[in-house]
């Protein structure tokens, strides 16, 4: 998976708990990426970094925020996981050209009950 | 708002016939549509790319078109094989240079031996 690790895999948690997934990446890339999917819906963007402490917000950003403190580290925090935050999540890493593939980490799925 | 849009039925071929995955999108032309390959459990794996200035792009048994004027990019897979089967994900340029795909949702191909 290009350098892109995710943690944890699997979680279980419960409504109201506050909940944060970590993405590092070894390959130097600017750019990192937050998405979830979900059936129906394909991937959708919920935050995206383009250098550290630099990041804005995708299609589906509430109830969620991010921080990148470093270029290697990128973290998804649900403050208060809801069951509708029961999904899959990707990160994903890209370099500088815009035109970049972008490359995915292997997920984790996240079951808030 | 831009979309992209995939047949989300999946698609069922025999083995060594071409298969072929419509993408469609909505409003102004990307610069570019990238295509992906997602396999059960895993993230998607990047495939090929095709700029809105090229007609046609190959790799293997792979071939991608882009059709500004039907707002259409077609997925060929020649002489397809069982190992083929999997999910392939369709995604746009988004409106910033930030590297942001809008992903479609997927096609689901399987092979039949």
């Known amino acids: 998976d290009a350098g892109i690790t995710q943690s944890p895999r699997h979680k279980v948690t419960e409504t109201g708990t506050p909940v944060t997934l970590r993405c590092h990446q070894t390959?130097?890339?600017?750019?990192m990426y937050w998405y979830r999917q979900d059936p129906g819906h394909g991937l959708r963007l919920i935050h995206y970094?383009?250098?550290?402490?630099?990041?804005d917000k995708g299609e589906v950003s509430d109830g969620y925020s991010v921080s990148r403190s470093k270029t290697e580290d990128f973290l998804l925090t649900l403050e208060s996981a809801t069951s509708s935050q029961t999904s899959v999540y990707f990160c994903?890493?890209?370099?500088?050209?815009?035109?970049?593939?972008?490359?995915f980490g292997p997920g984790t799925r996240l079951t808030v009950l | 708002s831009q979309k992209i849009e995939q047949n989300s039925e999946a698609l069922n071929i025999q083995e060594g016939k071409t298969a072929t995955l419509t993408c469609n999108y909505t409003?102004?032309?990307?610069?570019?549509l990238q295509w992906y390959r997602q396999d059960p459990g895993r993230g998607p794996v990047f495939l090929l790319l095709?700029?809105?200035?090229?007609k046609e792009k190959r790799k293997e048994r792979l071939k991608v078109t882009f059709d500004t004027t039907l707002k259409q990019s077609l997925f060929h897979i020649t002489a397809s094989q069982p190992a083929d089967s999997a999910t392939y994900l369709c995604?746009?340029?988004?409106?910033?240079?930030?590297?942001?795909?809008?992903f479609g949702q997927g096609t689901t191909l399987q092979v039949k031996p």
């Open positions: 409003n102004y032309s990307p610069a570019y």
């Open positions: 994903a890493i890209s370099g500088t050209d815009s035109y970049n593939e972008q490359f």
């Open positions: 970094s383009y250098g550290v402490k630099d990041t």
């Open positions: 390959e130097n890339h600017r750019y």
């Open positions: 095709i700029r809105e200035n090229e």
């Open positions: 995604a746009k340029k988004g409106s910033s240079n930030t590297g942001k795909l809008i």
